[in-house]
């Protein structure tokens, strides 16, 4: 089970971190990632971590801006976005994946979504 939190609203140039607090974490659970979606779009991929080697993955669109993280020992991994735009406007859902995906069938676990609102 996933839980995301830290959504809000914040001025464009400002900064947001999120949170997805996991429970019943299995071994088909090796990368955290970050999706988003956006009014009338498609849900898109931000960001992952693999679980065990902490190497990052990030999409085009957050590369410099967003940073992913994980704490093992609380199971919860992080999405610090920093230099927030209008754009950045989204739900954000967390989600667990047994391999390196970036698209949504990848991912077996979802987290219910924190909304992400950047004011311009």
């Known amino acids: 089970q996933l839980q995301a939190s830290g959504g809000g609203l914040v001025q464009a140039g400002g900064s947001l971190r999120l949170s997805c607090a996991a429970s019943?974490?299995?071994?088909?659970?090796?990368?955290m990632g970050w999706f988003r979606q956006a009014p009338g779009k498609e849900r898109e991929f931000v960001a992952r971590?693999?679980?065990?080697?902490?190497?990052?993955y990030y999409s085009d669109s957050v590369k410099g801006r967003f940073t992913i993280s994980r704490d093992g020992a609380l199971n919860t991994w992080y999405l610090q976005m920093n230099s927030l735009k209008a754009e950045d406007t989204a739900v954000y859902y967390c989600?667990?994946?047994?391999?390196?995906?970036?698209?949504?069938?990848?991912?077996?676990?979802w987290g219910q979504g924190t909304l992400v609102t950047v004011s311009s």
């Open positions: 989600a667990s994946s047994a391999w390196a995906g970036t698209v949504v069938n990848d991912y077996h676990s």
């Open positions: 019943g974490l299995t071994t088909s659970d090796n990368f």
């Open positions: 971590i693999a679980w065990r080697s902490g190497i990052r």
